[in-house]
């Protein structure tokens, strides 16, 4: 597809260029004719004048000479048009694979996105679906056995939605590239809201969210803020035992703002580290079947996120002792 765009796009240049060039090639030809027939008039009529006085006017430029100059300026212009079709065929070539280049690229990325998610979505339904067919052929199905089945489904179906709630959001994020909405920000505001929407996790798993938050005011986009928190904060509950201690602080330095979610959890293998913002990547694969564990989506959309308020963010862990979530943003 790409290549067959890359060659309709060279037609297209060249079809443009070879029309300015024979354009201009008419117009000069057309100039050179008008002298050439200016001066042929001249001649003639001094000739004349000269016949008259009885004189001869030793001509270098006889008609037969002016039009084998008309045919050597046509014979040029063509060789000359050759040339151009030529080099700019090569050029348009060239042109139009730099034009189609970021074409491509998003392109291949929308159809990995496609491809990714469509694999992603299978799995869960695929597992719904069989536990709902080897239940429903079960004749003695038991009321409490069902009551399971459905709770089973529910969870698989709420997972679901997370899923395509994150998609929607990595897909929304994705297509802002610079045009998110921005206002004055009070960032402990922000944290504040984040945590909210995790106490309910974090009392299940008898978690405490501890925090010290220095407030700083700063130019962002509140609802993808708190998403933001929210995943950091959410992740660090889900992969902390019971009885551990989430922390979050923020601290302003230097113009800019940096925040730290720090839990005492599993911690990140050292090998896994430069993939986790990676789209669907799950550190612990064996982990990441439990329908408690995402999908591998959070943090590439934190980075996104991140990366659209021009900030940083990174990760420092250690296996079985926790890990560390820093991010840094630009004080208003
Ligand atoms: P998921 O939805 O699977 O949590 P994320 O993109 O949020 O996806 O995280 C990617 C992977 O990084 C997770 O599968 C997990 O293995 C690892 N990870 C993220 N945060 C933490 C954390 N606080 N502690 C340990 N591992 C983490």
Redesign the pocket.
């Known amino acids: 597809m790409f290549q067959s765009a890359r060659l309709k796009l060279t037609a297209w240049y060249l079809i443009i260029i070879m029309i300015i060039s024979l354009l201009f090639s008419l117009i000069i030809y057309g100039g050179i004719n008008r002298e050439l027939e200016r001066f042929s008039y001249f001649r003639q009529t001094r000739i004349g004048m000269y016949r008259f006085t009885e004189h001869v006017l030793p001509s270098p430029f006889d008609p037969e000479m002016i039009n084998s100059a008309r045919e050597r300026i046509v014979t040029v212009l063509i060789f000359i048009n050759i040339g151009i079709l030529g080099l700019s065929g090569v050029a348009s070539y060239f042109l139009a694979g730099k034009t189609l280049k970021p074409i491509k690229k998003m392109v291949d990325e929308q159809n990995r996105f496609v491809t990714d998610a469509s694999h992603e979505l299978r799995t869960p339904l695929t597992s719904l679906r069989t536990e709902i067919e080897v239940n429903l052929r079960d004749k003695k199905l038991s009321l409490e056995a069902a009551k399971k089945l459905l709770e089973s489904n529910l969870e698989e179906v709420i997972n679901l939605q997370k899923l395509s709630d994150h998609l929607m959001s990595l897909a929304a994020y994705h297509g802002k590239n610079g045009s998110i909405v921005f206002e004055k920000l009070q960032l402990a505001k922000v944290i504040e809201e984040s945590i909210k929407k995790v106490q309910a996790l974090s009392k299940t798993k008898k978690i405490s969210l501890k925090k010290d938050i220095e407030n700083s005011e700063i130019m962002g986009n509140r609802q993808s803020l708190e998403e933001l928190f929210v995943?950091l904060l959410d992740?660090?509950v889900?992969?902390s035992e019971g009885n551990t201690v989430v922390k979050i602080n923020s601290k302003k330095n230097d113009g800019v703002v940096v925040t730290k979610v720090e839990?005492q959890?599993?911690?990140?293998d050292q090998k896994d580290i430069p993939y986790?913002f990676d789209r669907f990547?799950?550190?612990?694969k064996s982990r990441?079947k439990d329908k408690s564990?995402?999908?591998?989506?959070?943090?590439?959309i934190a980075k996104k996120i991140v990366e659209l308020h021009g900030g940083k963010i990174n990760v420092e862990s250690k296996p079985g002792k926790g890990?560390v979530f820093t991010v840094s943003l630009l004080v208003s």
């Open positions: 995943i992740n660090a889900k992969y839990d959890g599993t911690g990140i986790i990547y799950r550190a612990d990441s564990s995402g999908y591998g989506l959070g943090l590439s890990s």
